[in-house]
């Protein structure tokens, strides 16, 4: 998602005390820096914050971590996630978010962070086939997510490209991952407990069809 210059937007997360400026420092020991220790959960690319504002209020008993590399998106998560919180009537005490370049997530999470859910939310579909590798559902990529996701824990994952979703079902299950959910049609499908984002209203307005999975780390 392209946005423009913010010039608010550093000043701001530098003030924020949910903002990580220097996610490597942290790396092995997330839980620590949340405000209790609870299940860890990741959002790579967190985009304008909704989904993982949403997703933390909703489970006040885990901790989220929302990740975008730029900070110019982040500045207006910030404000999202202050207004969802708000809105309930809480502080944010259990979402952390952090500038980071998601392609190089081992440099900030470890095995020690144990973590229990990974959220890829609409992420860039790379459709190129010299550019598929930088897909974060490409198989290199679900490697090192494994080094870090516990036994039994879950990539969640929603995508409005058929293909991306297509190829992205063969990764899994070259990966050793387990498909346990799988729906070409999510909000058709039954399933609970969904969280809109920002991309999924604006595509299912115009009648697209999100594609969803949960793949679960054996």
């Known amino acids: 998602m392209r946005i423009r210059k913010k010039k608010w937007a550093m000043p701001e997360l ?25 299940p860890l959960h990741l959002e ?25 590399i730029k900070s110019d998106m982040l500045g207006v998560a ?40 990974i959220y890829i939310n609409f992420c860039n579909p790379w459709p190129r086939s010299k550019h598929n590798k930088r897909r974060l559902t490409y198989p290199i990529k679900l490697e090192k997510y494994k080094e870090f996701l516990v036994s039994g824990g879950e990539i969640r994952f929603k995508t409005d490209d058929l293909q991306l979703f297509e190829d992205s079902l063969a990764y899994f299950e070259k990966c050793g991952y387990e498909i346990t959910y799988k729906t070409y049609d999510l909000h058709n499908s039954g399933f609970e407990g969904n969280i809109l984002t920002e991309h999924e209203i604006m595509f299912s307005s115009e009648g697209i069809k999100i ?6 780390k054996k």
Request: net charge negative; proline share 4%; glycine share 8%.
């Open 211 to 216: 594609n969803y999975c949960t793949a679960v």
């Open 78 to 117: 910030r404000r999202n996630i202050v207004k969802i919180f708000e809105e309930n009537g809480r502080e944010v005490n259990n979402l952390l978010l952090t500038a980071f370049n998601v392609e190089h997530i081992e440099n900030i999470i470890s095995p020690e962070d144990k973590v229990e859910r």
């Open 14 to 38: 530098e003030a924020c005390p949910f903002f990580i400026e220097n996610p490597t420092e942290n790396k092995g020991k997330w839980n620590e820096a949340f405000a209790k220790k609870a």
């Open 44 to 68: 790579l690319g967190c985009g304008k914050g909704g989904f993982a504002g949403e997703c933390a209020v909703r489970n006040p008993d885990i901790n989220i971590l929302a990740i975008d």
